[in-house]
């Protein structure tokens, strides 16, 4: 159960990054 918390917590942190990179651009 945790390791779908770090994967599912993982992307998206992931994601928001890459929407706030894609904003910038």
Do not use: H, Q, W, Y
């Amino acid at each position: 159960m945790k390791k779908i918390i770090l994967v599912t917590g993982g992307a998206g942190f992931i994601g928001s990054n890459l929407c706030e990179r894609l904003a910038e651009d």
